[in-house]
């Protein structure tokens, strides 16, 4: 079956998915209705046309370094504040647009994508990002709070017992009362001061237990063989290995990243990689930024992409005024002009 005729496939399949859901009738009260109703289906559906066997988009990118410390420069108040920026947009099911119309998961991704922190796609995989907060008492403004397992609805949390939510068809985007227990909730901004995260990068890389070797020298070969492969100039995967995890393999942050190159779960898994493996974490790097480099034509792009993720350079065209982002690429092509 040609890529197109699979594409038109799933298209169908979700076609006659959202026409079964039609059919279901709906409640326009509650969270509940919102789980029960929608959250099964779409999510379903929009798994199954996401394992189309077309190239990954390197979009999908909550970065390493930029992730350890977006948390201290952007605050849980500033998510919730962008979120409300959306209020009165109408709830669409699958709406990614505001000026047409989000779902729930939509409006989650794109408060943290303004504020230029990435994160995927569907509740389900949101609800397994950040770290995980015990109870609604614990929580703080711009936690997520995700309701159903797998989660099927999610929200911000804005404190006072309220989140930020689009709740279901017939629905605005509103602050609404939490009348359920969140099933899951997660904490993906650090709550860490700025200077203190940057200071205690290094020594929060754990213990080198995985028998992996360190150092430049270790990987140069990998390095030199991906950027060959990929099309990429020569010096930059060590670089951005020096920058992510000064070539430690057994590397992670705070957000979750992992390993030599600093991928997160959710992108190594769309590369089809191990990211603590490091010939693998170097491939799926190497065509990451392969990607980022088409797209955006220049390697300080390239690298502002991979840093503080691609909806955060669209939306500035250029590399964003984060002083992290801005730092990050200063510092790798330096490290590449020193290698040269």
Same mark, same amino acid.
């Given at each position: ?21 039609? *059919? ?15 959250? *099964? ?37 500033? =998510? ?11 709830? =669409? ?22 504020? $230029? ?30 309701? $159903? ?11 006072? $017992? ?66 060959? %492969? ?28 992992? $390993? ?16 603590? &493996? ?16 088409? %797209? ?40 590449? &002009?020193?290698?040269?």
């Amino acid at each position: 079956m040609s890529v197109i005729e699979d594409v038109q496939s799933r298209i169908t399949a979700i076609n006659q998915a959202f026409s079964g859901l039609a *059919s279901t009738g709906v409640q326009t009260t509650g969270v509940g209705s919102s789980i029960a109703t929608y959250g *099964s289906e779409f999510e379903s559906a929009l798994a199954s046309a996401s394992t189309i066997d077309l190239p990954a988009s390197p979009d999908n990118m909550m970065s390493s370094s930029e992730a350890a410390v977006m948390g201290s420069a952007v605050t849980g108040a500033d =998510v919730v504040a962008d979120a409300k920026q959306y209020l009165g947009v109408p709830y =669409v099911y699958g709406g990614t647009d505001p000026s047409k119309g989000l779902d729930c998961s939509a409006l989650v991704q794109r408060a943290y994508a303004d504020l $230029g922190v990435d994160l995927p796609r569907t509740s389900q995989e949101q609800a397994t990002m950040g770290a995980p907060v015990a109870s609604l008492a614990q929580a703080q403004p711009g936690d997520l709070v995700c309701f $159903g397992s797998p989660a099927t609805h999610i929200g911000i949390y804005a404190g006072d $017992g309220k989140m930020v939510v689009a709740p279901h068809t017939g629905t605005n985007v509103q602050v609404q009362e939490i009348t359920q227990t969140p099933s899951t909730i997660r904490r993906i901004l650090s709550d860490t001061p700025v200077a203190a995260t940057v200071a205690a990068r290094p020594a929060a890389l754990s213990t080198n237990t995985t028998g992996w070797p360190t150092g430049a020298a270790a990987y140069a070969t990998a390095f030199a063989a991906a950027e060959k %492969k990929y099309n990429l100039p020569n010096g930059l995967l060590s670089a951005v290995a020096h920058a992510e995890s000064n070539y430690r393999p057994d590397a992670v942050s705070s957000a979750g990243a992992i $390993g030599l190159m600093q991928l997160m779960p959710a992108t190594a898994k769309a590369f089809g990689v191990d990211p603590t &493996n490091p010939a693998q974490a170097i491939d799926g790097a190497a065509r990451l930024l392969q990607g980022q480099l088409n %797209k955006y034509g220049s390697v300080s792009l390239a690298l502002a992409a991979y840093n503080a993720g691609g909806p955060a350079v669209d939306k500035y065209d250029g590399i964003p005024p984060y002083a992290e982002t801005q730092n990050y690429v200063r510092k790798v092509m330096a490290y590449m &002009n020193e290698a040269a």
